[in-house]
């Protein structure tokens, strides 16, 4: 199928493989299981997309029975999810209200947009996954500040992340011509290039004494 689609889904398979066998190496050499976890969701990553591509190859038309691809997603960001909490004292998580206003709406626009299919359980689901993330993020992005430290971009790329993710599904309802550049893929193209940003942040903090 010649359209923009494909270079899309090509662009980002080939890009998602070269970070999980970066992370992987990396994460032998350093042996660090941080590493190791990212890699493993790049994994889950790459087999949705497997999925999805080999579909629409040989179908001719994106997945609308089997949520095949979002399952696999959905792993991926119980990935990034665990590697949050290993890079967090779970005591140093006390409750605090902005960030919990944004894992609200996190969730909520998770069910709103659909995310992962139009299953509400998978929507839902990836909501409160991501607002987790966003929670703990944010949680460290707000006592950098308090401490006059610049934040972790680790910790910036993964809201930006959820947000990438939430605003592709969102243009999905609105873009019918796949076959030319768009905003979609715009936004597309962005949540790939900020997924391969979480290596070279991850491996620096690993590598600081």
Known sequence: MNNFETFDNLFQLSALTIMLLAAGGWG????????????????????????YMLHLAIIGDIPRVFYVSESSWLAGYLFFLFLMTLREDRQNLCIKAVPA?????????????????????????????AGFIVYISAVRIHRAKSQRTVPSPFDIAMVAIVIFQNLVYFLSEYVTDYTRFNVYFAA??????????????LKKEVQQP
């Open 28 to 51: 032998m050499k350093l042996q660090s299981r941080k590493l190791v976890v990212l890699a493993c969701g790049y994994g889950s990553f790459i087999l949705g997309l497997l999925f």
């Open 188 to 201: 597309d193209i962005l949540l790939t290039l900020t997924l391969c940003s979480l290596l070279p942040f």
């Open 101 to 129: 206003v944004l894992a609200v709406l996190t969730v909520a626009a998770a069910v709103y947009n659909e995310v992962m299919g139009g299953s509400l359980l998978l929507s839902l689901t990836f909501g409160v996954i």
